[in-house]
């Protein structure tokens, strides 16, 4: 019965530790994950993206 607690309380302790680093790196992992996502659409072409030139 002892281990099995031992490896609740484990587990449940790397889930939270995951989730609060998660939400801790939130701000700076968004713009690394759309650039992912973006980057495997198949659909999705740099060329016809705007730049913001005023050319």
Known sequence: ???????????????????AFDLAC???????RSALFR???PDYDPDNEDSGNAS
């Open 26 to 32: 939130r701000p700076f992992m968004q713009s690394g």
């Open 1 to 19: 019965m002892g281990a099995m607690q031992s490896v609740v309380v484990v587990v449940v302790a790397l889930v939270l530790g995951l989730s």
């Open 39 to 41: 980057s495997l659409d």
